[in-house]
């Protein structure tokens, strides 16, 4: 018997295996392979999810070999995996059409109902501890549990309901050892590796933002200035610094602005346009990725390009350009060629669209500046780019909106000196702070506004509002799970314009307020001045009665709030 029972084991190995590839190969297709980007699939995809799976536990079924006129089989592989990664209807739908088939093509046998409730109830448990994997539901721990737990109690419900009972020991003596083993490591095993081949997915799509994000960051300083020759050129060696294609082109309405690579002999900088589909995408405005010389349409007999991806760059409604890159015979252009120019021709549009944008290196050109910035630093930028990077394929017109934002926000701070701004240019900057922040935390960040009529128009020292309500937002909601809500309440009092920021975020100590005051200890670096330099610029323009007032209860939040003579004020 021992040997049988190996034999049985190998062989269901062996079908997993095969049963394996097949699986992961349908799970790559699209769109089903677009599942595994957020881990947890959408619900019109669930359905389908069911189906394969419930389909893969059909051939399960067929796995091993029929032993006392029974199945040794893999449907728990199968429905375990569909209902950790789809949740409860996937689950269902995989024990229902693996159970039911099972029930159907053996009706009358003795192992018949507890073998298809055994697979049914699987799928059903399943899908049940899905929703409680809140994070990562592709769990190999989970997938174990589940796996071990319910294909022990599939054997003990083929000793309990099965019918004759000594067929049934004979019967779970033989398949009771290969089931559990195989059936529990190959949903572990099928679970890690789709966790594997997701989590893959998510890294490559993550360097492909950042590469995107990489080359609009270097290109903003020079297609600042619109497009042309010397800007052009530029950009394209930033390009072809960074992307292995052979060769790289921008073009502007009528002529090449730049070109690099292979076919620089005849597609010349400031020569007219020579190929038919540049001159046909000026005319369309749709990408295109073509794959022959024949659709590229160059009139030089030699030209060596073989491939290409042409994208419109646009300046509002009117397209100004395209931006173009190329393979050979040596070189290809993949699909990701294609997705990587169409990325990079949304951020460049909007670049043109936003052309008195500033760059990264101009925010910290002055040490004075950076002082009254407080929080505007690198990392914001950074991590603003990605944010909107991470709209520029699935909401263009929300990444356009976002960088319009970033531009006035930057635009505000190299805008600011040690001098006085209307309360209302102040608050558009922390509109444009507040929907940055809200794009990359969602509905953690929210504000709530209370403005006295009129208050708009009166003048403050420049950057002394802002930085309180960046410190609130940073310090303070976002330091909770939850996040929480910055209010801004502006009112007129008896001659005094009355300023508070509040928030209901984390709080902090006695003190701890005190090290912030004084930039003191962790608070001494250029990331926590901003409530000290606020203070300071209060007490040396308006006097020491007229100085920040800050209350604050660790988990209960902080209010700051000053007040300004408003005769002062006004003038």
């Not at 054997?155 to 059936?183: C, D, G, R, S, Y």
């Not at 409604?317 to 993949?334: A, F, P, R, S």
Request: glycine fraction near 10%; proline fraction near 4%; charge should be neutral.
């Amino acid at each position: 018997m021992f040997e049988y029972i190996l034999t049985l084991l190998m062989t269901l190995v062996g079908r997993f295996g095969a049963m394996l590839a097949i699986g992961l190969f349908v799970l790559t297709l699209a769109p089903i392979g677009k599942l595994g980007v957020n881990r947890r699939p959408e619900r019109q995809y669930r359905w389908l999810l069911g189906l394969l799976f419930g389909f893969l536990g059909i051939m399960g079924t067929y796995g091993g070999d029929i032993v006392f006129d029974s199945y040794a089989n893999l449907r728990g592989v199968y429905v375990i995996t569909g209902g950790l990664l789809g949740g409860p209807l996937v689950g269902f739908l995989a024990g229902l059409i693996a159970g039911g088939h099972r029930f159907l093509i053996d009706i009358g046998g003795f192992s018949t109902i507890p073998c298809s409730l055994a697979t049914f109830l699987e799928g059903i448990a399943a899908g049940y501890v899905s929703l409680h994997l809140k994070e990562n539901n592709l769990n190999w721990k989970a997938a174990f549990v589940v796996a071990l737990v319910g294909e022990s109690i599939h054997q003990m419900m083929v000793l309990t309901m099965a019918k004759p009972f000594e067929q049934a020991v004979e019967l779970v003596k033989v398949i009771a050892l290969p089931m559990i083993a195989v059936n529990t490591f190959g949903a572990v095993l099928f679970i890690q590796t789709l966790y594997l081949l997701f989590e893959y997915r998510s890294r490559r799509d993550s360097s492909r933002i950042s590469q995107v994000m990489d080359i609009a960051s270097q290109t903003v300083s020079h297609l600042r200035f619109g497009l042309n020759e010397q800007s052009a050129l530029e950009t394209a060696r930033i390009i072809w610094d960074r992307v292995p294609v052979a060769a790289v082109d921008i073009a502007g309405q009528d002529r090449v602005l730049a070109h690099l690579g292979a076919g620089d002999d005849h597609h010349v900088q400031g020569q007219p346009l020579r190929t038919k589909a540049t001159l046909k995408v000026m005319q369309t405005g749709e990408p295109v990725f073509l794959r022959s010389p024949k659709a590229i349409g160059c009139d030089h007999p030699d030209c060596p390009l073989q491939s290409a991806v042409i994208v419109p760059l646009r300046k509002g409604e009117q397209i100004v350009g395209c931006l173009k890159l190329y393979g050979t015979e040596d070189i290809k252009l993949h699909k990701v060629h294609f997705e990587l120019a169409k990325g990079l021709g949304a951020l460049f549009s909007t670049q043109l669209e936003l052309q008195d944008i500033q760059t990264k290196n101009q925010l910290l050109a002055s040490a004075e500046i950076r002082r009254l910035q407080t929080q505007i630093n690198p990392h914001f930028l950074f991590n603003s780019l990605n944010t909107i990077g991470s709209f520029t394929r699935t909401n263009p017109d929300k990444a356009r909106a976002l960088l319009a934002e970033l531009a006035m926000y930057m635009r505000r701070n190299l805008d600011a000196e040690d001098g006085f701004t209307r309360i209302g240019s102040e608050l558009d900057q922390i509109r444009s702070y507040l929907k940055i922040e809200q794009a990359r935390f969602g509905d953690r960040v929210r504000s709530e506004w209370s403005l006295d009529e009129g208050v708009e128009d009166i003048e403050i020292p420049s950057l002394i509002i802002q930085p309180l309500v960046e410190n609130g937002v940073k310090h303070g909601i976002l330091g909770r799970d939850e996040g929480g809500t910055i209010a801004i309440r502006i009112a007129r009092d008896n001659g005094l314009l009355m300023v508070e920021i509040a928030d209901d975020g984390v709080g902090m100590s006695p003190d701890t307020l005190r090290q912030v005051l004084l930039s003191e200890g962790e608070f001494a670096d250029e990331d926590h001045i901003g409530v000290r330099n606020c203070n300071q610029r209060l007490q040396q323009i308006y006097g020491p009665a007229h100085t920040l007032s800050i209350a604050s209860q660790p988990d209960r939040g902080t209010r700051v709030s000053f007040t300004i003579p408003y005769a002062s004020a006004a003038a």
